[in-house]
């Protein structure tokens, strides 16, 4: 299980996470909704080690950062990379041997090319499939159907299906709450950097509501379309 205790988080003066507390078991998928500056991808970064924090953070495998796998909204290449070069990096970071690779290259990729020849959607699968193939523990992915084709989006759900059937723990952010409430277990609102309210499986129709009402309220009245 990966435990968060009172995890805060500042930039100088400015508080950007308060008082996190998260359980993520293994065999979940949780997800992360907020609006832009709610603090989502600092979460991620706190919990990846990419950023300082006070708090705690409990996990069976350490140094956490070894088995988790991280996909930023927007992912780093170093130039004149090609991408099977790329997943061999990746995949040596973690000390695994990389086989096979054209056979699991499930999104069909041109990993002879250069990724900075890439498109967005290309460069989003080929980092997905990158921290899939290091064989980590833990998942933490930051939009990751952002900018993806509707196929590819598809094979993304699958994918974090089997992630949950072979007992790993899966964290994910989305703008589209559809995206989340047709995979998710359960979906945590992160709101000026607190955990406004959690929501079971159950509950997901009536957090969109709100959720919905609060981002909508009376701008539409206040656009007056005609």
Request: glycine share 8%.
């Amino acid at each position: 299980m990966l435990k968060i205790k009172e995890l805060n988080k500042s930039f100088g003066p400015k508080r950007v996470l308060q008082d996190i507390h998260l359980e993520l078991e293994p065999g979940g998928i949780y997800g992360i909704v907020g609006s832009n500056g709610s603090g989502k991808t600092t979460l991620f970064r706190c919990i990846a080690g990419l950023e300082d924090y006070d708090g705690w953070i409990e996990a069976p495998n350490q140094p956490i950062k070894n088995s988790i796998g991280l996909l930023l909204a927007e992912a780093y290449f170093f130039s004149l990379m090609t991408g099977r070069e790329y997943l061999r990096l990746l995949c040596s970071a973690r000390g695994e041997m990389l086989e096979d690779l054209d056979e699991r290259n499930i999104f069909e990729l041109p990993l002879d090319a250069y990724v900075s020849t890439y498109s967005t959607g290309m460069q989003k699968k080929l980092a997905f499939l990158g921290v899939l193939l290091q064989k980590n523990q833990f998942f933490i992915l930051d939009e990751p159907f952002n900018g993806v084709d509707i196929q590819s989006n598809i094979l993304f759900q699958e994918i974090l299906l089997e992630l949950k059937a072979l007992g790993k723990t899966v964290l994910l952010s989305s703008h589209i709450f559809s995206t989340l409430s047709q995979t998710c277990d359960r979906i945590y609102w992160l709101k000026d950097g607190r955990i406004e309210q959690v929501a079971q499986r159950e509950e997901f129709p009536q957090l969109e509501a709100e959720l919905r009402e609060v981002v909508v309220g009376q701008r539409l009245q206040r656009l007056g379309l005609k």
